[in-house]
């Protein structure tokens, strides 16, 4: 039996002017397995990406200092073989099961790379309501808003 793929990606470097060709320091993933090609499921892998954005602080400042931006890929019903599917489906950390999207997030530094599958995504929490120094209590949607305002997505590559 044949399963698929789908996924995601965006690759963040810094805006930073690099010494070098610059490298990424950390990825965003959100993939999907089925046993079946599927719809690219465009709209729900972007809205999962911006929330992980949202959710992990670090990235959330970084990004209200207009300091980083992302290259995005993508796969489209990738063949896998059965061994392949259930390797990806394990990494979550949770019971996963075919056709829900699962996140992962790797973080590259220097001394130590960190991971995050699925159950410590959901671990680590996704906040609603943040309240910033600027802007009182805000929330996801108005966050973006107002990032976009500011063009702090410009540079990034979709």
């Known amino acids: 039996m044949a399963f698929y793929r789908c996924l995601k990606t965006r690759m963040y470097y810094a805006k930073l002017p690099p010494k070098k060709t610059p490298e990424p320091f950390a990825e965003f993933r959100v993939f999907m397995i089925t046993d079946k090609p599927i719809k690219f499921p465009e709209k729900?892998?972007?809205?999962?990406?911006d929330r992980l954005e949202w959710s992990f602080a670090?990235?959330?400042?970084?990004?209200?200092?207009?300091?980083?931006?992302?290259?995005?890929?993508?796969?489209?019903?990738?063949k896998l073989d059965r061994e392949?599917?259930?390797?990806?489906?394990?990494?979550?950390?949770?019971e996963a099961r075919l056709g829900e999207p699962y996140r992962?997030?790797?973080?590259?530094?220097?001394t130590k790379d960190f991971v995050y599958n699925e159950a410590s995504i959901r671990a680590y929490g996704e906040p609603d309501v943040?309240?910033?120094?600027?802007?009182?209590?805000?929330?996801?949607?108005?966050?973006?808003?107002?990032m976009k305002e500011r063009g702090v997505f410009e540079d990034d590559v979709k």
């Open 44 to 49: 729900l892998f972007d809205l999962m990406l």
């Open 84 to 94: 392949e599917a259930l390797e990806n489906l394990l990494r979550t950390g949770i």
């Open 58 to 78: 670090s990235f959330r400042k970084a990004r209200e200092q207009n300091a980083i931006f992302f290259i995005e890929g993508k796969e489209i019903n990738r």
């Open 104 to 110: 992962q997030v790797h973080i590259m530094k220097r």
């Open 130 to 146: 943040i309240f910033h120094k600027e802007f009182g209590e805000i929330t996801f949607k108005e966050w973006r808003r107002i």
